[in-house]
Nanobody
Framework: QVQLVESGGGLVQPGGSLRLSCAAS????????VGWYRQTPGKQRELVAY???????NYADSVKGRLTISRDNAKNTVALQMNNLKPENTGVYSC?????????WGQGTQVTVSS
């Protein structure tokens, strides 16, 4: 059974930092592209960042320079370091693992950026 479990969300003030983590089980994690997505009420889920199986990264323009995605294939985890957070970064952040037609999602973790 495939499981993706996110953690690390919470309430943070503007300018603050959070580190999200996604732990995967039931898949050969190192073969998958892993992405972090953000969803807010009434809007489509948007891709924030992803990392390929060989470690290449890509970011949404709005988060470049503030967010860093990384993976640890030995621990089957991917992290999203979020710095200098802004209110518009608020949302539910979900982890996605994809390889071909195999596509798995976690439940998500809430990030709220507010003073």
């Amino acid at each position: 059974q495939v499981q993706l479990v996110e953690s690390g969300g919470g309430l943070v003030q503007p300018g603050g930092s959070l580190r999200l983590s996604c732990a995967a089980s039931g898949i050969i994690f190192r073969l998958y592209v892993v992405g972090w997505y953000r969803q807010t009420p009434g809007k489509q889920r948007e891709l924030v960042a992803y990392i390929t199986s060989d470690g290449r990264t890509n970011y949404a323009d709005s988060v470049k320079g503030r967010l860093t995605i990384s993976r640890d294939n030995a621990k089957n985890t991917v992290a999203l370091q979020m710095n200098n957070l802004k209110p518009e970064n608020t949302g539910v952040y979900s982890c996605n693992c994809q390889m071909g037609i195999q596509d798995y999602w976690g439940q998500g973790t809430q990030v709220t950026v507010s003073s």
